[in-house]
């Protein structure tokens, strides 16, 4: 009888843990609410290049890019270009240091290019690095709520940006 009682201890034990971790899994995720990005560069003043940041499309007539100590806000309808490309090299420094084995592995690093008009009606850009986990929803939620086409630059990010 013993190890069934100790069975049913350690499945009991499990279950919270695993409960704890959901609990812990939903925390994170509400409090980052939007997709993260890198601020590669762009136009938008006092924003350092290289910054990471969270993009939020939740509103209806705007979407927000926190970086840092920064809130840009961009309404859908001021926003007249988007740009996808992708920038594939091979993965040499894993090679050297882990394993031959990554030459073969390729590293995408997937790019948007979003063109706005200010406020002052001066032509604005950012460029951000946005994970390839997060690319499709963004470009097709960014198609959606501006009504304009995304632009790929090249054959290979179209497939990647499509699916």
């Known amino acids: 009888m013993e ?37 590669v560069g762009g136009t938008v003043a006092g924003v350092p290049e290289k910054s990471s940041g969270r993009i939020e499309l939740s509103k209806n ?59 002052d009606g001066r032509q604005q850009a950012m460029v951000l690095q946005v994970g390839g986990d997060e690319i499709r929803t963004l470009l097709v939620s960014l198609e959606a709520r501006t009504g304009r086409r995304v632009e790929f630059q090249d054959e290979e990010a179209r497939k990647a940006g499509k699916g």
């Open 61 to 119: 007539d705007s979407m927000t890019l926190n970086v840092r100590d920064h809130s840009i806000e961009v309404s859908y309808q001021s926003i007249n270009t988007l740009e996808y490309g992708m920038r594939v090299s091979r993965r040499y420094m894993e090679a050297v240091l882990i394993s031959p084995i990554f030459l073969v592995a390729k590293k995408r690093s997937h790019f948007l290019t979003i063109g706005y008009s200010d406020s």
């Open 3 to 39: 190890p069934i009682a100790k069975s049913c201890y350690s499945l009991g034990h499990m279950k919270r843990a695993a409960l704890a971790l959901l609990a812990l899994s939903l925390l994170l995720q509400a409090s980052g609410s939007g997709s993260r990005v890198l601020y």
